[in-house]
């Protein structure tokens, strides 16, 4: 691939708590806690600079604090941040409860929410992009849409590769499959979960293959313990198991997969090489906490 990656989609505050047991309601449940940066967008922008990529990412923070605090680790980690704080909004946080493999978040997306669709239409413009890859909740919630769609329609005029990842499947089900499908039909890759793909899928057989034949793009399904699943719309279908991992914080292990996808992909990558190498990525992000490299 020529050119930098372009990722478009959130930056906030992860306060990530790993649980030593499942919470119960109204007393304490012992933890361990820490403030770390996050954003599906900002940990796959992280981790595809880990893989040696020029990246840069368009996201949103306000004019605090936290921004700040999450742009000076993102530019320590070798990734471009070219838009300017938001003032007056919060840096997104997101508070994530992890326990026993799995995790629930709680969300304030803040300064997420209030990306502006010209600046980020001059930002791949001028960027030098040859591939757009767009988080989902960009497209999830109608304030930050426009700016998501507009980035897909100027990857698509200036040539671009694109690759989406599905995000999350209950704000997935509010906009509804046909919505969402409508607006990434075409694309190059898509990246969804086994929930994702349910809402995205009316196949129930074979969500892979159907989404594949219905959006023209290469679709692969995260499945957990099962490994994952790549399906071309040319009917053509490959599998990896998943790496075993000692599951300390599954936070960002879905956005360490795409970018071990994506890295592979780019530089050629047959689907079998990607597969094995998103797995191995994913595996390697969940034995520490929180969701960058």
């Known amino acids: 691939m020529k050119g930098r990656v372009a990722v478009l989609g959130d930056l906030v505050t992860d306060v990530v708590a790993v649980l030593a047991e499942p919470p119960t309601a109204d007393t304490d449940t012992a933890a361990s806690i820490r403030f770390t940066g996050g954003g599906q967008a900002a940990n796959t922008a992280a981790w595809l600079a880990w893989h040696g990529l020029p990246v840069t990412l368009l996201a949103a923070v306000g004019d605090d604090a936290a921004g700040a605090a999450r742009l000076a680790e993102l530019a320590a980690a070798g990734v471009d941040c070219p838009l300017p704080p938001r003032a007056g909004a919060p840096t997104g946080t997101v508070i994530v409860l992890a326990e026993g493999g799995r995790r629930t978040m709680v969300t304030d997306r803040g300064a997420s929410l209030l990306l502006d669709p010209d600046e980020v239409a001059s930002a791949l413009a001028v960027g030098g992009a040859g591939h757009l890859h767009l988080s989902g909740y960009a497209l999830l919630d109608e304030r930050s849409r426009p700016a998501g769609l507009r980035a897909l329609a100027v990857a ?47 196949d129930r057989r074979d969500r892979a293959r159907a989404l594949a034949a219905e959006l023209g793009a290469a679709v692969v399904v995260k499945l957990g313990g099962a490994g994952a699943v790549w399906a071309g719309p040319d009917g053509e279908e490959q599998t990896a198991p998943a790496v075993a991992a000692n599951v300390v914080d599954p936070t960002g292990a879905g956005d360490a997969f795409a970018a071990g996808l994506l890295a592979t992909w780019l530089a050629g990558g047959d689907p079998r090489r990607c597969l094995a190498a998103a797995v191995a990525a994913g595996a390697r992000a969940v034995v520490t906490v929180g969701a960058r490299p």
Do not use: Y
Not at 170 to 186: D, I
């Open 156 to 202: 698509r005029g200036l040539g671009l590769t694109v690759s989406v990842d599905a995000a999350s499947a209950s704000p997935l089900r509010q906009v509804g499959g046909p919505a969402f499908r409508s607006w990434v039909r075409g694309v190059d890759l898509l990246l969804a979960n086994e929930d994702e793909a349910a809402v995205l899928a009316a």
